[in-house]
């Protein structure tokens, strides 16, 4: 049974202030070019992956799942991930091909989200061991980029961004292949609605 509210979704809010104000941040420096709120972003998406990871932690250890956490978790994830992978491209620190995969992988999967609802189903995302997997990689990928970036590294190590692309377009897939099963249910179960 999920609860409305817990204990781990102060840890979720205080990521997701985190990753929207880095947003504004980034959007700040690519806007001016101006970098005097670039260090903290720097300080503030790492700060989001450990408060990320700490609501996970809260969450499981408790067992209090919540509906805000529920919702809000991805969405915070998205936001900070997205923003993170934007930036650090736009600073040349990671590949270009490397924010498509993950930009272009989160846009399908909301498009096929928009067309469950519009068909009338609803979606009842289930995390699987692979689309963790995959944060976790585009996490450690972004935090290469940022300590290369840091360190004045010439370029972030390739492995994370070949780990986290094979990780991405394969949770892509199979949450892909997830909607497309609400979409088109097994005939017993077309049958009851």
Avoid: E
């Amino acid at each position: 049974m999920l609860r409305s509210y817990t204990a781990a979704d102060l840890f979720t809010i205080g990521n997701a202030a985190c990753g929207t104000i880095a947003i504004f941040l980034c959007l700040d420096y690519l806007a001016t070019d101006n970098r005097r709120f670039l260090g903290w972003v720097f300080v503030l998406l790492p700060l989001a992956l450990v408060l990320d990871v700490l609501d996970g932690y809260i969450a499981r250890s408790r067992g209090s799942q919540s509906r805000l956490g529920a919702f809000l978790d991805p969405v915070a994830d998205k936001l900070l991930l997205t923003s993170a992978f934007v930036t650090l491209t736009y600073l040349k620190v990671i590949p270009f091909w490397l924010t498509a995969v993950v930009v272009s992988r989160d846009l399908i999967l909301s498009v096929g989200v928009l067309v469950i609802h519009v068909a009338g189903g609803t979606v009842h995302p289930a995390p699987t061991w692979i689309g963790k997997t995959s944060t976790v990689c585009q996490m450690a990928a972004v935090l290469a980029a940022m300590l290369s970036f840091f360190f004045r590294v010439a370029a972030m190590p390739q492995f994370f961004a070949w780990l986290a692309a094979l990780f991405t377009v394969a949770s892509g897939l199979q949450y892909l292949m997830q909607g497309l099963k609400q979409l088109n249910p097994p005939a017993g179960v077309a049958g009851r609605t």
